[in-house]
């Protein structure tokens, strides 16, 4: 057994919107308006921004990632400034590295309780 549902078709018609769209208002210290060059190039200087945006989409970008360094307990035990500093020259190069430090480090700062 079908509904009547099944047998009737619908058709929905949009409608045009009704609302009018205003003029921006302006202020009273606005600029006077560009005059014909100006205008021109802006209107190129924007062209070219959407260029550049639809032409080179991030997934293009060839940037290098930062190294990732994984120390030992033993270079990292006594004063991990120490260890930062012998593996800057090659941090350097990158601007950015990440520090992994070994399973069980514990932070001396974590004694004094200023991580609460």
Known sequence: ??????????????????????????????????????QNLIRQAIQNSRLEMTHRPFEDLKVPLGPVFYPTMEEFALNPLVYIN????VAEKYG?????????WDPPLCKFGWNR
């Open 1 to 38: 057994m079908s509904s009547g549902s099944d047998d009737v078709s619908t058709l929905v018609v949009a409608r045009a919107s009704k609302r009018v769209r205003r003029k921006p208002s302006t202020f009273v210290n606005d600029p006077p308006p560009h005059n014909k060059l100006e």
């Open 86 to 89: 012998k593996i800057r020259p």
């Open 96 to 104: 950015i590295c990440k520090i992994v430090p070994p399973a069980g």
